[in-house]
């Protein structure tokens, strides 16, 4: 809150000046901005690594982080005018806590074949994250209220904002709530060989396959292969005279497959719309019973492919009788 005294100044006919009674100005915030977060994490990374024989190559990977936060925030009772008032205090707080792994194992292998050499690499990845949850919880009517004014200790102020020092007198003036978090895992497995003859012509074969929870069942594994080859013309024999004008040239070609997981949880699973208010209504020579037609879509999407039913359901609707339905005829 900042306090002054506005003066003002008038210029009279023989040019000087007088200050005119002055009023006092009061500006203030009302954004208390009472609040404190901590995080906490942890990241660790192990390997291992085996040579039984020459050139071959064992490796594994493990990695694990976790990580945890907490927040508080204090809405205290003021009066900054009678426009902006807080006749009662409110504590807030919420946590959450989750972790997520990686696992890579590799067996590579280089061999050379007179002026041929040979590098193949073979592979396994996983990892997972979003193991985790939320938890938050609110109060109103603190034991302890604050009151905010131009002398208040903030720090003071939220050693008792806690959701324990609170005494709400009605249901309104709680609050808790929690959630999970996103869960997802990939997993992978690849291999790859290098041929490489006297650093003039080289050729790169790569195949994997990799999964992932954001889709369906029995449609989570993509195969995706990939082949390049090169030419380093200037390392031919022919190119030695013109060594002083390009010094390396070289012609590559690839072409390869990939995918994209990047889609939000469960969009495989059905989605169903009823709308009533678009229903067909037939009535018989019966007045007081009537019959409604209703259609409603059904769509499904497995790894893009979309499949629509329409659906015609008629619902007897009887006076005092429970509604009951059933399935007439599908069309694909």
């Keep these: 809150m900042v306090t002054g005294l506005i003066i003002t100044t008038n210029r009279i006919p023989d040019g000087s000046l007088t200050e005119m009674p002055g009023t006092l100005l009061v500006l203030s915030n009302n954004g208390q901005n009472l609040n404190q977060s901590k995080s906490y994490s942890l990241r660790t990374t192990a390997y291992l690594e085996i040579q039984p024989i020459k050139n071959l190559v064992f490796r594994s990977q493990f990695g694990y982080n976790m990580s945890a936060s907490n927040y508080r925030s204090y809405t205290a009772i003021s009066a900054w005018s009678n426009n902006a008032r807080t006749s009662i205090d409110n504590v807030s707080q919420s946590g959450s806590m989750g972790h997520d792994w990686k696992l890579d194992n590799t067996l590579s292998y280089s061999f050379n074949l007179t002026d041929n ?17 939320n938890i938050s919880a609110s109060g109103s009517n603190s034991i302890f209220p604050g009151y905010i004014n131009p002398n208040t200790d903030i720090s003071s102020v939220m050693n008792y904002a806690w959701v324990d020092n609170t005494k709400p007198t009605e249901l309104s003036q709680r609050g808790a709530g929690g959630s999970v978090w996103g869960e997802g895992a990939i997993a992978s497995f690849f291999g790859r060989i290098n041929y490489n003859y006297k650093e003039k012509y080289m050729a790169t074969v790569i195949f994997r396959a990799d999964g992932s929870s954001n889709f369906a069942r029995g449609k989570r594994w993509g195969y995706f292969p990939s082949a390049s080859v090169g030419w380093t013309i200037s390392n031919e024999d022919f190119m030695a005279g013109a060594s002083d004008i390009i010094d390396f040239l070289k012609i590559r070609a690839s072409w ?13 699973l059905s989605t169903i719309a009823f709308d ?6 037939a009535s018989d020579k019966d007045p007081d019973r009537r019959e409604v037609m209703q259609t409603f879509w059904l769509t499904r999407t497995y790894l893009g492919n979309i499949r629509t039913v329409e659906r015609r359901v008629w619902m007897p609707v009887l006076p005092e009788a429970a509604w009951d339905w059933h399935l007439t005829g599908i069309r694909k």
């Design 117 to 133: 050499q040979f590098d193949i690499i073979i592979g396994q990845t996983a990892e997972k994250w979003g193991m985790g949850q």
């Design 276 to 281: 009533v208010s678009n229903g067909y209504f």
């Design 256 to 268: 390869g497959q990939n995918g994209n997981c990047s889609i939000a949880n469960f969009q495989y």
